[in-house]
């Protein structure tokens, strides 16, 4: 059971990246799917949910209307659009499982991304 | 906005037991889970709903709920447990919310 994020890069402020989740082990469909951030030195931060039929989306309302989340069920991948980049999206972004008790229970190993000029 | 409210540091010996608190309105009314994470290590999910721990937890860790507060217990602390703990909960929106982290030192 795993998930592997990968897309992190250097990117200009106001640009776009496009975050993957590469998910093994177990039954992708059935399971809400999230990702959370981590700026340096910093706490975490949620930044999105996705329900298991990508139907229900959640934002944290710093990223509303500039990140998109969505997943493919036949390819077990969950994706995170983030557009209009700022230097405050600086961080670490993991993939996590929602375990259905409220919590997360796998994490990915994270992929950085960095907005500076 | 809901916030969740952690120490920034709690200290302990080896070997005695370690409390970390993670504090809410009314927290009792939401589950809680609390996350190890160690340096350069992704988090570890060491406590569900409020008092669960995940299979491949010590025993050592123990979670609790009550009134406004949750606790982190871990009892006969080891030096591998040194680590930022975070806790988590959800509120109504529905939105997912982080406390700020404790820095456990074992010393």
């Known amino acids: 059971v795993q998930v592997v994020e990968s897309g992190g890069g250097l990117v200009q402020p106001g640009g776009s990246l496009r975050l993957s989740c590469a998910a093994s082990?177990?039954?992708?469909?059935?399971?809400?799917m999230s990702w959370v951030r981590q700026a340096p030195g910093k706490g975490l931060e949620w930044v999105s949910t996705l329900s298991g039929s990508g139907s229900v989306p959640y934002y944290v309302d710093s990223v509303k209307g500039r990140f998109t989340v969505s997943r493919d069920n036949s390819k077990n991948t969950l994706f995170l659009q983030m557009n209009s980049l700022r230097t405050e999206d600086t961080a670490v972004y993991y993939c996590a499982r929602d375990s259905g008790g409220y919590s997360f229970d796998i994490w990915g190993q994270g992929t950085l991304v960095t907005v500076s000029s | 906005s809901y916030e969740l409210t952690q120490p920034p540091s709690v200290s302990v010996s080896p070997g005695q037991t370690a409390s970390i608190t993670c504090s809410g309105h009314r927290l009792r009314d939401k589950y809680v889970c609390w996350y190890q994470q160690k340096p350069g290590q992704s988090p570890v999910l060491v406590i569900y709903?409020?008092?669960k721990r995940p299979s491949g937890i010590p025993e050592r860790f123990s979670g609790s709920n009550s009134g406004n507060t949750a606790t982190l217990t871990i009892g006969g602390t080891q030096a591998m447990d040194e680590a930022d703990y975070y806790c988590q909960a959800w509120d109504s929106s529905p939105m997912c919310l982080f406390g700020g982290g404790t820095k456990l030192i074992v010393l």
């Open positions: 082990g177990f039954t992708f469909s059935t399971y809400a």
């Open positions: 709903q409020n008092t």
